[in-house]
T-cell receptor
Framework: DVKVTQSSRYLVKRTGEKVFLECVQDMDHENMFWYRQDPGLGLRLIYFSYDVKMKEKGDIPEGYSVSREKKERFSLILESASTNQTSMYLC??????????FGSGTRLTVV | QQQVKQSPQSLIVQKGGISIINCAYENTAFDYFPWYQQFPGKGPALLIAIRPDVSEKKEGRFTISFNKSAKQFSLHIMDSQPGDSATYFCAASMSGNQFYFGTGTSLTVIP
C-alpha cells in the first residue's frame, strides 16, 4: 500500500512566521496535492503537482507556495502565517485514474 | 463555487439501520466518483468508488447508487454499526487527477 507521511501531526506557530509542511510518499507517484480541511467547507485544494519542479494553483493558493524538488516530497509553505490559516492540512497522492491516498494530516494553529 | 454538493451535514442512525448520504454534481465531464471515510485524527481513506457506466456498486455493507441523468450519487451503509461513525466525503474527478470534494457528512451510529 502507498504510504503518505506528513512530518508533523500538530504545529503551533506565531503570526508572521514562515511555516513549512512536509509530505513524503513512498510509491513514486507523479501526482501530489495539498488540501486544507475546515468544518463545513470540506476539503479545498491549495496546490498540486504532476511532476518534479512542476506546480499548479488550486482553488485557494493565496498565502501559500509549494516546492517539489524530488518526486517523493511535496512541501507546502506558508510565507507569513496568519490566524486564518489555522486549519487541518492534508497531503494526498494518486496514480493515474485512481483515488487519492491521504496522509494523516497536520493540524496547524497560528496564534 | 461548490462543484459537488453533499447532504446532510450530519446524520444520526440507530445500530442496524441504513445510513444514506447524497451528493450532486454539475460537471458532466466528471468520470470517477469516490467516497472517503475519515475517522478523528486521521486522513480520509478511500472507501468505495464508481464510474458513470454503472448504476450501482456494492462492497460489503457499502453501496454507491449512481443516477447519471439526475447527476446524483449516494452512499448507502446497510446494517450501520457504531464503528461506522465517521465523517464521509463524496468526491468527483475528471480522468482521476484533481478531485472535487463535498463538504462532508458526520455520521453517528448509536447503539
Amino acid at each position: 500500500d502507498v504510504k503518505v507521511t506528513q512530518s508533523s501531526r500538530y504545529l503551533v506557530k506565531r503570526t508572521g512566521e514562515k511555516v513549512f509542511l512536509e509530505c513524503v510518499q513512498d510509491m513514486d507517484h507523479e501526482n501530489m496535492f495539498w488540501y486544507r480541511q475546515d468544518p463545513g467547507l470540506g476539503l479545498r485544494l491549495i496546490y498540486f503537482s504532476y511532476d518534479v519542479k512542476m506546480k499548479e494553483k488550486g482553488d485557494i493558493p493565496e498565502g501559500y507556495s509549494v516546492s517539489r524538488e524530488k518526486k517523493e516530497r511535496f512541501s507546502l509553505i506558508l510565507e507569513s502565517a496568519s490566524t486564518n490559516q489555522t486549519s487541518m492540512y492534508l497531503c494526498a497522492t494518486n496514480y493515474r485514474a485512481r483515488g487519492y491516498t491521504f496522509g494523516s494530516g497536520t493540524r496547524l494553529t497560528v496564534v | 463555487q461548490q462543484q459537488v454538493k453533499q447532504s446532510p451535514q450530519s446524520l444520526i442512525v440507530q445500530k442496524g439501520g441504513i445510513s444514506i448520504i447524497n451528493c450532486a454534481y454539475e460537471n458532466t465531464a466528471f468520470d470517477y466518483f469516490p467516497w472517503y471515510q475519515q475517522f478523528p485524527g486521521k486522513g480520509p481513506a478511500l472507501l468505495i468508488a464508481i464510474r458513470p457506466d454503472v448504476s450501482e456498486k456494492k462492497e460489503g455493507r457499502f453501496t454507491i447508487s449512481f443516477n447519471k441523468s439526475a447527476k446524483q450519487f449516494s452512499l448507502h451503509i446497510m446494517d450501520s454499526q457504531p464503528g461506522d461513525s465517521a465523517t464521509y466525503f463524496c468526491a468527483a474527478s475528471m480522468s482521476g487527477n484533481q478531485f472535487y470534494f463535498g463538504t462532508g457528512t458526520s455520521l453517528t451510529v448509536i447503539p
